[in-house]
């Protein structure tokens, strides 16, 4: 039970960061139309009119700021490499800003992007954001990995959360909404777990992007554009800083994760290339077939919510390993049947 001296500036950090999030988001929606980095209607989107990009903007000054301000909060920690954890996350978040405002002014190719999110998970594992340790779902032991594999393993989740939250984001509200539930989830692990130095930085990301998705739920005012990348990294580093919260969060991000993974594996077997965007994924087959933006959001929302709360239950690992599994099968079976309906009323 977390008591009233915790509760209070974790919920004031997170207020801090709603707060700056609704005041910088409209700034950010004025800057994008005025300097151009917005888009036009047309391509994948269904927007009807020219939208700001910059979503990067509001997310991280507001989380920068408050994350920063959580520091001078006197809580206790058992781990002395938590300021180190911090500073890379830091660093690596502004390297993945920096190219989420020249993307949305610019449109990078694919490869200076995968470049940039190489670099910046490079230097999280620098930072001691890596994986060294899991438990195997099978046996519940702790396995320690080596070195070399650690840092692989390292990279290979960071790029896979960055392009699963910018893949995901394809309707209003969407990637916001899931990435939300995702950072509740994690910051009440980290809280029954004792962290409550560390929970303040899912705090501080849940209450941005609170305040981001008031201009971001259909129809939006502003578009994450390059932000999604920097929610992917930041994301992705929340769910190892702490401890290991990997199998948490890939129970949670299930749904967008399992969409990606067959994504790549549909458009390499067709001999499409991987990393071009196209109406394939879940959410747009859905829009293809009458469904609103917000019925999308809201069932994301309730599967990934679901999800969530089997990852914080009691259940054996090895269950919730199966329910991953069970939920790659039901989102492979639910792009088939949308192929053929959209192909049959073609």
Known sequence: MIGLDAALPLLGIAALAFVLALILTPLAIWLGLKTGAAAVPGGRRLHTKTTSRLGALPLAGAFT????AAQFLNFS?????????????????????????????????????????????????????????????????????????????????????????????GVDGLAGAVCLIATIVTAIHMLREGQTSVALLPMALAGALMG???????QAKIFLGGGALYLGYVLGALGIIGGAKIALLLLVMGLPIADVAWQIIDRALHGRNPAQGDRGHLHFRLQDVGWSARRIVLVYSLVCAGFGAVALSAEPASFKLMLLGGLGVFVLAALVILAKRKKGEG
């Open 77 to 169: 920690t058992t781990d002395p490499n938590e300021r180190t954890r911090f500073f890379g996350l830091m660093l690596g978040s502004l390297l993945i800003f920096v190219v989420a405002i020249l993307d949305d002014h610019f449109q990078l190719a694919a490869l200076p992007q995968f470049a940039a999110q190489f670099v910046a998970a490079f230097i999280s594992a620098l930072f001691l954001i890596f994986i060294e340790r899991f438990r195997n779902p099978l046996n519940n032991q702790e396995l320690v990995l080596p070195a070399l594999v650690s840092v692989l393993i390292t990279l290979f989740w960071f790029m896979g959360m960055m392009n699963t939250v910018n893949w995901l984001d």
């Open 65 to 68: 700021s408050a994350a920063i």
């Open 212 to 218: 981001f998705l008031v201009f971001n739920l259909p």
